[in-house]
């Protein structure tokens, strides 16, 4: 499994950026993946995750409203709108999968595959 994030850039507060995370090497077994975030200083945090077998997701509550997680199963790529962005948003962001469904999957420890982080920032 091999995964692409990109997307990320330098928006104001209130602002809008969408993250897309390119995958390659899925099996036919269905598949968490889910979006993460490290801000500096600070521990990888769990953002939304989608389960590919079914288009269930789930959000955090510091983005729940704010996030939505996509999946384009014709294009292989998982994507994070961000909407009404918030300086506290500012992190590398990262897209990880495993074997499973989202519920319970918020560890980083329970993912085996990642992507390339890419930087969000967001100015006040």
């Known amino acids: 499994v091999q995964l692409q994030a990109s997307g990320g850039g330098l928006v104001q507060a209130g602002g809008s950026l969408r993250l897309s995370c390119e995958t390659s090497?899925?099996?036919?077994?269905?598949?968490?993946v889910s979006w993460f975030r490290q801000a500096p200083g600070k521990e990888r945090e769990w953002v939304s995750c989608i389960t590919t077998s079914d288009d269930m997701t789930y959000n955090a509550k510091s983005v729940k409203f704010r996030f939505t997680i996509s999946g384009d199963a014709a294009k292989n790529t998982v994507y994070l709108q961000m909407n009404s962005l918030k300086p506290e948003d500012t992190a590398v962001y990262y897209c990880?999968?495993?074997?499973?469904?989202?519920?319970?999957?918020?560890?980083?420890?329970?993912?085996?595959?990642w992507g390339s982080g890419t930087l969000v920032t967001v100015s006040s």
């Open positions: 990880a999968a495993e074997i499973g469904s989202c519920p319970g999957f918020i560890d980083p420890k329970d993912y085996g595959s």
């Open positions: 090497g899925f099996t036919r077994y269905g598949y968490a």
